[in-house]
């Protein structure tokens, strides 16, 4: 069974900086790509950021810049450096990974429980 686990949120002041975290955890044979989506209230889910287990990176326009995606493949973890916070970054952030389970050959999406994170003075 796999499963995801975000952590970092919080309360931050416009223009300040936080690093969420997602770790994977349980019988992986591999994890391919993996990305951050965010839902804030009253809108829809959408995607920020994602990375491929070979590194290449996509953002949403709205970050570009501001935030960096980034993983350990030996910590099975990704992770979402974000500069330069305002007020429209609020929202609840979710990872989530395609992941290849140890006991079989096929690929799994997966999604973590989310963190909060809000950004205000």
């Known amino acids: 069974q796999v499963q995801l686990v975000e952590s970092g949120g919080g309360l931050v002041q416009p223009g300040g900086s936080l690093r969420l975290s997602c770790a994977a955890s349980?019988?992986?044979?591999?994890?391919?790509?993996m990305g951050w989506y965010r839902q804030a209230p009253g809108k829809q889910r959408e995607l920020v950021a994602t990375?491929?287990?070979?590194?290449?990176?996509n953002y949403a326009d709205s970050v570009k810049g501001r935030f960096t995606i980034s993983r350990d493949n030996a910590k099975n973890t990704v992770y979402l450096q974000m500069n330069s916070l305002k007020p429209e970054d609020t929202a609840v952030y979710y990872c989530?990974?395609?992941?290849?389970?140890?006991?079989?050959?096929?690929?799994?999406?997966?999604w973590g429980q989310g963190t909060q994170l809000i950004v205000s003075s």
């Open positions: 349980g019988s992986i044979f591999s994890i391919n790509t």
């Open positions: 989530k990974a395609r992941v290849v389970p140890g006991t079989t050959k096929y690929e799994y999406q997966y």
């Open positions: 990375i491929t287990s070979g590194g290449s990176t």
